[in-house]
């Protein structure tokens, strides 16, 4: 899992960085790239999207090594440029559905499904998959990152509320809105 305790050491890679040691840079990268590129895949639902949002995001972020504020975490500004450009790229490509991955609980439940004898259960659940993906994707972007930050990636409220720039109340409160109209949509659904 991902350790976003290791900002201290975050922060000195980004100043070396910042000053011109491209290794250090290099470090960030390595270490970033796999958990931004699994947060910009749940956000766009595409891996050659996601890949392109992650290489935007390592550009903006070394264009802009100065203007990073140390007073901040640093995955914070990582998350945040990340899910920029997730909306850049958004509204570049409003023709293409957002489908999001399922929960991981949810995710064990379809492999479970699927690794029984019974093939149509199999199909049952890829099927049920399909239709909360839709809904997942149908959500509102105010309902639909916190819901991604906190239930996928197992960020905490405030740490949401930091990439989001809102209170963690307005967090738990539009993760609640989101499970509503999840259950709504998936209850005229099923």
Known sequence: MFDLASDDEDKALIKRAASGDDPAFTAIMRKYKSPLYHFAYR?????DDAEDVVQDTFI????????????????TWAFQITMNKCRDMGRKRKTRSFIQRMTPLME???TNMETQENPDASIDGKSRLKVVNTAISKLPQNLKAPLILCTIENMSHKQAAEILKISPKAVETRIYRARLNLSQALGSAG
Not at 43 to 47: E, I
């Open 108 to 110: 064990v439940n379809i």
């Open 60 to 75: 903006a972020m070394h264009r802009n090594l100065a203007r990073f504020n140390p007073k901040y975490k640093f995955s």
């Open 43 to 47: 956000h766009m639902g595409d891996g």
